[in-house]
């Protein structure tokens, strides 16, 4: 096998040359840096990356900590993290921390332990021993999908490595997509079917994604001129099991709702299977839409009336945030949301229109935005 010293007699430069541009320790002129290239290729020099870790102390490697098995979402958003992570030279070691926060705290600890550079984590509903450890430990995390409430990482004692963000802001960089305004466009869209009777199947309580929604759901009834049922609003946990409960407890009401919307896309497959269970029709008996957009959507009939979240670009954004964290320690804390897309099929009632598609939410959240704090 090519060792680094092949390398340097073949682009004749020194060892420590090929190193710079290997490692990026130290600008290499142009021409350099080419030759060197040149000279890897023709000899098939592989790095060996263990050793090039104990020099940089990094190992250019991002641990993933996403529930990618458990919920279909976020396997698109996978996707995203890994080609950036390819595109910018690190490899993946991913883990499922199944929503639980005692094996979310147990994952990350191993992602940990096998020296990754720094960490994408989608945080469960209770996340203070996660954040805990990282902030005890100094991990550089982007936090996805999920937002940490800032109060939560305040409460904790300074971290012993000192890297502490500045005062009153987030400890972490976080990256998400719009949910509140998404969420009523829904719900003034049903009411604009003349629908008064609208039911929320909501997420699993404690994320930040279930609260934006469920204050959208009620956003949008106000924007519409409704009143708020808190019959009409019921869990589904997130799961598709708790969206076949909630369906079923919403058909029971003595009034029950004429249109409802779920709040992302394991609940609404079992929002349609309950409804198949029962013997009703989409959009004949009920109304319905639903927050996730299904790659398979247009298969469903009807076809799903959807918000589509920004997966795939919110997994590279999430890298992104990260490469710069690891580039610059110090810099100020970003909270990034990204812009959803209202899908208008038929599942809502409305007659057929092909390939029709617009921004979801109010004109704020059609363009990226960070921001310094959670809001």
Known sequence: MATMADVARSAGVSVATVSHVLNGTRPVLPHTRQAVLDAIDALGYTPNTLARSLVTSRTRSIGLAVSAISNPYFTEILQGVETAALEAGYSLLIADPHDDPRHER??????????????IIAPSADPHDLVGYLRRHGVPTVFLDRLIDTGTAEDLPPADTGAAAVSGAPR?????????????????????????????IAGLPGLSTTGER????????????????AR????????????????????????????????????????????????RSVPDDLALCCFDDFAWADLFSPRLTAIAQPSRELGAQAVRLLLDRL????????TVRLPCTFVHR?????????GRAEGAGSPASSTLSEKGTVS
Do not use: W
């Open 106 to 119: 147990k994952v990350v600890q191993l992602l940990h332990e096998r020296r990754v550079d720094g960490m």
């Open 172 to 200: 972490f960089d976080q990256v998400c997509a719009e949910s509140a305004a998404p969420t009523a466009r829904l719900v003034t869209h049903l009411a604009g079917r003349r629908h008064r009777r609208i039911g929320l």
């Open 214 to 229: 469920v204050r959208g759901y009620r956003d949008g009834l106000a924007a519409a001129g409704l009143e708020y049922d």
């Open 232 to 279: 009409l609003l019921v869990s589904g946990n997130s799961e598709s099991e708790g969206a076949e409960r909630a369906t079923a407890a919403l058909l029971g009401l003595p009034d029950p709702p004429t249109a409802f919307v779920t709040a992302n896309n394991a609940m609404t497959i079992g929002a349609l299977r309950a409804l198949r269970r029962q013997g």
């Open 327 to 334: 580039a610059e320690p110090d810099r100020p804390a970003r």
């Open 346 to 354: 038929t599942s809502c009632g409305c007659p057929e229109e092909p």
